[in-house]
């Protein structure tokens, strides 16, 4: 992350967009000031409640909750960091297509809307 001017730190912030219907996208997004960068790896935890209660401060039931840290990388950063082959290993570790295939699939869905944008 970089520092802007001020010296205070910045943090991104992973936010839905909500749509004229009312239903989240399902693909969210972080706004980037424009003197900071999208950071090359994003730290988030996860919370789950165990169905377990412990005492509050006044005596109430509260649900205990585990927290388990991950950590989600920037392919497009390790893209410009790997060489093509151990790049293409972490995409099929991740579930993905070799870039290559990614590409090819790409461009025809590319051409396939643009036919059908020039159809209307």
């Known amino acids: 992350m970089s520092s802007n001017s001020s010296n205070r730190q910045w943090f991104p912030e992973i936010t839905y967009e909500e749509m004229d ?8 997004f972080v706004h980037v000031p424009e003197d900071e960068e999208m ?8 919370s789950r409640e165990t169905g377990e209660f412990e005492p509050g ?3 109430e039931q ?9 950590q989600y990388a920037d392919l497009n950063f390790l893209k410009t960091r ?3 082959e151990t790049y293409n290993k972490i995409r099929f570790a991740l579930g993905l297509e ?3 295939d990614a590409i090819i699939a790409g461009s025809a869905i590319t051409r396939k809307i643009r036919e059908n944008i020039e159809e209307k």
């Open 21 to 28: 219907n009312g239903i989240s996208a399902n693909i969210p």
């Open 39 to 46: 950071p090359s790896i994003l730290f988030m935890f996860e």
């Open 57 to 59: 401060s006044q005596g």
């Open 62 to 70: 509260l649900p205990i909750v585990e927290m388990d840290l991950h």
């Open 82 to 84: 790997l060489d093509l």
């Open 98 to 100: 070799p870039l290559e």
